[in-house]
């Protein structure tokens, strides 16, 4: 087993933690997750208190390990589910796409762990001032709502910026993944298209096999010019969506068509006309597997690539 300092903050057993995606991460893959020795992460997205709360409930009922809730800032019940979470004692909560200022004061006096989703060194350094427990740096490689900057760029300059542990997301899925951000100084990794493809997973089969068939080149961003950019797969829909945007279609009209469309791919299946929400790293993903079998490969996988690393280098040095 891996420890690192990430291990020791949440008392988990792996050094991973599994992307709060909206509508697809659920109580079912953040409790199997938690099981299995990583973080799960249950996904508010823009959902109701209501559904949150049961999520919460239901994962509390299933595991006894730590897990978390992820709220984008966006949303419009953020504020109501920053207050569940303080309510409900969420041993964790993450946040992305945007800052998390100022909630951050609110959380910490409740004793839950803050870790906030970061695309910029600057915002790293502000949150840790305030008393943020970690950050998580994700790359442009990731799926859903992104930054510009790549996760091989980001993360060891966000370490040098802070001296709270961090998490490296965007473009891992294996073990491979897993050292090379411990390499760059981060503390673990957070996976969100990976535990996509497990079983526990509620997102509709075609929305795997569409992660599984893809490959790294099958992504594209939209959303640039509504300053909501989206990494999704390639399909019928974000192709319309890119025209529209390439066309000058007013703000309005785009954000109106891309409503809904995660819930048309994630629930109902729709791979065609709904937002498949996937990374560049879809392309190393080729199986559906229990979420503790995958982790519990990753580690073990890592565990040994670290091992093995002396002797690579080594190999490389001998004369042909
Ligand atoms: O949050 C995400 N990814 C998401 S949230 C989401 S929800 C949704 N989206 C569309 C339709 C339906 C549901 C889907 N994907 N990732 C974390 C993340 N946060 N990536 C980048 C950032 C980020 C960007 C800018 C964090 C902070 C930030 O700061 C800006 C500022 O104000 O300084």
């Known amino acids: 087993m891996i420890r690192t300092p990430l291990t020791d903050l949440l008392g988990i057993d792996h050094p991973i933690l599994q992307g709060g995606m909206a509508w697809v991460a659920t109580w079912q893959l953040a409790a199997a997750v938690s099981e299995g020795g990583a973080l799960g992460i249950i996904g508010a997205g823009n959902a109701p208190v209501e559904w949150v709360r049961e999520q919460i409930r239901q994962t509390k009922a299933h595991t006894d390990r730590p897990f978390g809730v992820n709220i984008p800032l966006f949303s419009p019940v953020a504020e109501q589910v920053m207050a569940l979470a303080i309510e409900e004692s969420v041993p964790v909560l993450t946040t992305g796409a945007g800052n998390p200022s100022p909630y951050v004061e609110r959380l910490k006096q409740a004793g839950i762990i803050v870790i906030p989703v970061v695309a910029s060194v600057a915002l790293a350094r502000r949150l840790e001032r305030q008393g943020v427990d970690a950050v998580i740096a994700e790359g442009e490689e990731s799926g859903g709502h992104i930054g510009t900057v790549t996760t091989l760029s980001l993360v060891p300059q966000v370490v040098d910026a802070v001296s709270i542990p961090v998490i490296a997301a965007g473009g891992v899925a294996d073990g491979r993944g897993l050292v090379a951000a411990l390499a760059l100084g981060a503390a673990g990794v957070q996976m969100g298209t ?7 997973c509620i997102a509709h089969a075609n929305y795997k096999d569409a992660i599984i068939k ?6 594209l961003v939209t959303g640039v010019t509504i300053g909501h950019p989206v990494r999704c797969l390639r399909n019928p829909m974000s192709r319309e969506f890119e025209s529209m945007e390439k066309a000058g279609v007013p703000e309005a009209e785009v954000v109106e068509f891309g409503t809904g469309r995660l ?4 629930m109902k299946g729709d791979v065609l006309n709904g937002t498949v929400m996937a990374g560049q790293i879809s392309g ?11 982790i519990e490969r990753i580690s073990q996988e890592a565990a040994s690539l670290l091992a093995r690393l002396p002797t690579f280098l080594g190999a490389r040095e001998e004369p042909a």
């Open 194 to 200: 990976r535990f996509v493809c497990t079983e526990e």
């Open 214 to 219: 893809a490959n790294e080149r099958a992504t």
């Open 263 to 266: 819930q048309m791919a994630a």
């Open 284 to 294: 190393l993903v080729h199986d559906v597997l229990p979420a503790a079998d995958l």
